[in-house]
C-alpha cells in the first residue's frame, strides 16, 4: 500500500524595529527604525510506501525558512549599509525505512537526509556597521538512527545517534568564512544509548531503574572576521577557528512509579564532565576568551501527579 501526504503554505512577515540613543553625547535623543516586508511559500511532499504491517519506506522532500527582518540604522547611515535582511531558507530532502522485528522486540529507524541552506543569515560588519545580512550557501547531509530493543519484559535499550556532514558551499567573507569550511556546532558524530529495567515493586507501584550514556563529538566554533586595511580598501580577514573537543556524559534514575504518581531520583552528568557548548574569542593570546559549559553535575528529586 502506498500513500501520499501534500502540504503547502504562504507566509508574510511584517516587522518594524526602533531604537534610541541617548546620553551625554546626544544632545537629545536619536531614534532610528527601519522596517522590512517579505512573503514566503513553503511546501512538503512526503510519499510512503508500506512492505508489510511491520516495514515502511517513506521519502520526504521540505522547505523550509527563518523570517528576515529590518536592521534598525542611526540617522545619516550610509545607503550602502542593507536596512533589512532576508529570510534564509532551506530545502530537505530525506529517505529512510522504519521496522520492526522480532515479534515486535526490535525496532529500527534510519533515514538519509540532505538539506541545501540558502541566503544564511549572518552579522556582517558593513561600512563600520554591524548589521543582520544574508550570506551564501550551506550543505548538510547524513544519516540517523533510531534502534529499540526489548530482550525482557521491562528491560528496554534505546541507541539514537547521527552522522552529520555539514559546510559552507560558498564564501561569507563580511562573516570569515570560506567555502568548505564546517558550520559551527555540528559535530559529526553523536549518540545516546537509554537502558532501562521497570519490575512490580509493590500495590500498583512499579520499580524503576535507568541509564544514559550520551556523546558529541567535536565541533568548530562560530565564524568570525577582523577588518583590515589592504591597499588602501577595507577587506575582512577569517578570524583562526578553534575545534572544541568531544564528550562523553552519564546519567542516572531511579523511581517509583503508578498510573497517578512518579517518584523520581536521578543525578545528571554523574562524571562531572565539562563539555564546551560555546566558545567566543576576544582576541587574546592562545585563544583566550569565554566560554560556556554543560550543565555540571547535578542530583535532584522530582514528584510528578497525574489527574
Known amino acids: 500500500m502506498c500513500d501520499v501526504a501534500l502540504g503547502a503554505g504562504w507566509s508574510h512577515n511584517e516587522q518594524s524595529a526602533n531604537e534610541t540613543i541617548g546620553g551625554s553625547a546626544f544632545p537629545a535623543p536619536q531614534v532610528s ?32 525558512y527563518r523570517p528576515g527582518g529590518p536592521n534598525a540604522l542611526p540617522p545619516g547611515a550610509p545607503a550602502g549599509v542593507p536596512r533589512e535582511y532576508q529570510a534564509d ?57 533510531t534502534l529499540g530493543l ?29 567555502d568548505g569550511d564546517r558550520l559551527p556546532y555540528a559535530p559529526k558524530w553523536s549518540n545516546s544509548l537509554d537502558g532501562s529495567y521497570t519490575w512490580r515493586a509493590f500495590g500498583d ?12 563529538g567535536a565541533q568548530h566554533n562560530d565564524f568570525s572576521a577582523s577588518a583590515a586595511l589592504v591597499g588602501g580598501a577595507v577587506v575582512f580577514l577569517p578570524n583562526p577557528r578553534v575545534e572544541l573537543g568531544g564528550y562523553n556524559t552519564v546519567s542516572l534514575r531511579v523511581g517509583l512509579e503508578n498510573p497517578r504518581w512518579l517518584f523520581l531520583l536521578y543525578c545528571k552528568n554523574l562524571g562531572d564532565v ?34
Open 150 to 178: 526489548t530482550p525482557a519484559t521491562g528491560l528496554d535499550f534505546t541507541l539514537t545517534g547521527a552522522y552529520v556532514d555539514a559546510y559552507l558551499t560558498s564564501d561569507a567573507p563580511a562573516a570569515g568564512g570560506t
Open 33 to 64: 527604525s527601519g522596517d522590512s516586508s517579505e512573503g514566503k511559500f513553503t511546501y512538503s511532499v512526503a510519499p510512503r510506501l508500506h512492505l508489510s504491517t511491520d516495514t515502511m519506506l517513506y521519502a520526504r522532500v521540505a522547505s523550509g
Open 89 to 145: 531558507s532551506t530545502v530537505n530532502y530525506e529517505l529512510g525505512t522504519k521496522t520492526t522485528l522480532l515479534d515486535n522486540h526490535l525496532s529500527i529507524d534510519v533515514a538519509a537526509f540532505l538539506i541545501h541552506w540558502d541566503k544564511i543569515q549572518l552579522l556582517e560588519d558593513v561600512e563600520n556597521f554591524g548589521v543582520n545580512a544574508n550570506g551564501g550557501t550551506a550543505r548538510s547531509q547524513g544519516v540517523e538512527w
Open 205 to 216: 507501584f512499579s520499580a524503576l531503574v535507568g541509564a544514559t550514556w550520551t556523546y558529541t
Open 274 to 307: 565539562r563539555g564546551i557548548t560555546n566558545y567566543v574569542s576576544q582576541g587574546t593570546p592562545n585563544f583566550g576568551g569565554s566560554i560556556a559549559l554543560i550543565q555540571p553535575r547535578t542530583i535532584g528529586a522530582t514528584i510528578t501527579a497525574r489527574f
